[in-house]
């Protein structure tokens, strides 16, 4: 991690706030404060299971939110904003650290080093501007998640948006989600069906530092 990026993480949250004060509907759960994660380790940073968001970002996911509703679908999400700290745990867990235990549930057609060069985990990450979510659909007959062909964070070409390697529904679940998404100004990632960046995010060049807590927004 270069100095020049620890000198651009701030730590002032003023422009943030918690996702479930705008949209209350949602629902949360946040892989990188568990263990179920790639690394399956609680990722540096995260200090409660909750998702924060740039005001902004947080208005546009209640229009998603309403509109979903509607279809009789619920957002939920995995991950919002990402401290630049949690980014570096990822970064040096890449270089350094040799435990793979997760690779089989995560990315088992893939080494550790081909995360980052394949662009699955990027050394500077776009939630650490704020303006990124990793969310799914819930369907609210059923209860439970819609299929999308692959899980949250599984890294391999099956996970890329337009794979058509998938079934006719699972298909047209990622294009339900990213739909929606695109019709209330967010930009999807070619790699990753779960991932969208607010496309007018408002801090564009600024990487936060400050920890995953409610407690840290209100002081």
Request: hydrophobic residues 35%; charged residues 25%; proline residues 5%.
């Amino acid at each position: 991690m270069s100095p020049d990026f620890e000198n651009k993480a701030i730590m002032d949250s003023s422009g943030f706030t918690v996702l479930s004060d705008y949209v209350p509907a949602i629902i949360q759960e946040i892989r990188y404060h568990s263990t179920y994660n790639f690394i399956g380790d609680r990722i540096d940073g995260y200090e409660e299971p909750c998702a924060l968001v740039t005001k902004e970002t947080a208005r546009a996911l209640k229009s998603v939110s309403n509109e979903l509703i509607v279809q009789g679908y619920r957002l939920k999400v995995f991950d919002a904003y990402r401290p630049a700290s949690a980014v570096k745990h990822f970064v040096l867990w890449g270089i350094e650290d040799t435990d793979i235990r997760m690779k089989p549930y995560f990315y088992p057609g893939l080494e550790k080093q081909e995360l980052f060069s394949k662009g699955y985990i990027a050394k500077q990450s776009s939630h650490s501007r704020g303006s990124a979510v990793d969310l799914t659909l819930l369907d609210m007959t059923t209860g439970k998640e819609l299929d999308m062909g692959s899980p949250f964070d599984f890294f391999g070409e099956i996970s890329h948006p337009d794979y058509r390697g998938i079934t006719d529904e699972q298909y047209e679940n990622r294009m339900r989600l990213q739909s929606v998404m695109l019709r209330n100004g967010f930009e999807p990632l070619e790699c990753e069906w779960w991932h969208f960046v607010l496309a007018d995010e408002p801090y564009p060049d600024t990487y936060f530092s400050f920890p995953v807590s409610k407690e840290y927004l209100r002081k």
